[in-house]
């Protein structure tokens, strides 16, 4: 592809640190990264790719390319051969299709296919037409030879935004339509590239997927809530919300359940991951969770719809919240935490434990006077 000339090369003390950080996303022993630092280092382990693009915006591969460190797209296109991506190689028309087959008759039965974008199939998928081939075609064609197929992001995981009703074009997932094949879905619109990544490298190294849920994602990185591990988790219990985008509440950080956020119900690992290696991720710049790797709520419900909350209270274990000073009152259901564990702390973007400032010097205060 010679893609890699375009970015700058990885140094030893980043690499190293990027590896340890998908060491720990995949839960992996003290010692394990090694073990992937050796893979990843090794060109026999680089596994093939075919890289299909039908219904999307390309955001999840603009979502890899653009990390404005580039430790993860360097990384990612070091550690796999990257030989047919529609909208990153040279080639074009039947130069492309070409190189196409000529990767697919190589590497028959070996190859990993990542599918970028949902399957239109109303009126025998005619919605979406690559090389005079229906999506529907294609994916069948490339997915008989893979080894294992990844659906990058929620739409080729669940149909996406394609899929919204009345859904015009029948958009579907891959696992709709290839049911002989296994299939790891990492939503999200666009979704982490370190899932992408932490993935890959777990395939490459120990030559099986990771544990999945019952949606099909790795249960590394949507094994939890998000409301599990966001900062703002200490606002929510204790009652302080944002109501308006710029209010009061918004400017000093509160929770952001009332403006529609979907952490509460949403499995993913952005509060401890983040983006781009900058730290950001939606709630932290002030925007309420979407809900983007969920199939049941990403664009299916209103950002302003607010989610259902089934366990409003903390863990017994929390500390208390003193209310005494607060003058817009405290919901004595949602009371009882100062201190967030924030659970694992993980690369650049990690998050770590911490007490607001007023509410933790009122527990000191309290647990003096005991
Ligand atoms: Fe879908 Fe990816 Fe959203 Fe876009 O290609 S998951 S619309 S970010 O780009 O497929
Ligand atoms: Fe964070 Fe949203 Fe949960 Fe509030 S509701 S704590 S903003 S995930
Ligand atoms: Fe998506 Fe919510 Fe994360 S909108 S990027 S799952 S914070």
Known sequence: M??????PEINRRDFIKTVVTVSAMLGLPYGMSE??????????????VIW?????????????????????????????????????????????????????????????????????????????KVAGKTAIDSL???????????????????????????????????????????????????PNPYNFLSTVLYYAT????????????????????????CERRPHFDAGRFASAYGDDDHSQGHCLYKLGCKGPVTHAN?????????????????HPCIGCTEPDILFKSAISDKVQIHEPTPFNSYAPVESANRSKGIDPLTTGIVGLAAGAVVGAGAMLGKKLPDAAQKEEGHEKSE
């Not at 000529?102 to 039965?109: E, F, I, R, T």
């Not at 990058?152 to 958009?171: D, K, W």
């Not at 949606?215 to 094994?223: L, V, W």
């Not at 952005?270 to 002030?286: E, K, L």
Request: net charge negative; charged share 20%.
């Open 2 to 7: 010679g893609l890699q000339e375009f970015l």
């Open 35 to 48: 073990a992937l630092a050796a893979t990843a280092e090794n060109p026999d382990k680089r596994p093939p």
């Open 52 to 128: 299909l693009h039908f219904q999307e915006c390309t955001g999840c591969s603009e979502s890899l390319l653009r990390s404005s460190h580039p430790e993860v797209a360097t990384l990612i296109l070091d550690m796999i051969s990257l030989d047919y991506h529609e909208t990153l190689m040279a080639g074009a028309g039947h130069q492309a299709e070409q190189s196409l087959h000529d990767s697919m008759k190589a590497n028959y039965g070996k190859y990993i296919l990542v599918v970028e974008g949902a399957i239109p199939t109303r009126h025998d998928g005619i919605y979406c």
């Open 140 to 190: 069948k064609e490339v997915a008989a030879g893979a080894a294992a197929i990844i659906s990058m992001g929620t739409c080729a995981s669940y149909g996406g935004i394609q899929s919204v009703g009345p859904n015009p074009t029948g958009a579907v997932g891959v696992g709709e339509l290839v049911k002989d094949k296994a299939i790891i879905n990492i939503p999200g619109c666009p």
């Open 206 to 229: 120990f030559d099986k997927l990771p544990e999945l849920d019952s949606m099909g994602r790795p249960k590394f990185a949507y094994g939890r809530l998000i409301h599990q591990h």
């Open 270 to 286: 952005c509060s401890v991951v983040r983006f781009n290696d900058v730290g950001a991720w939606p709630v932290s710049i002030g």
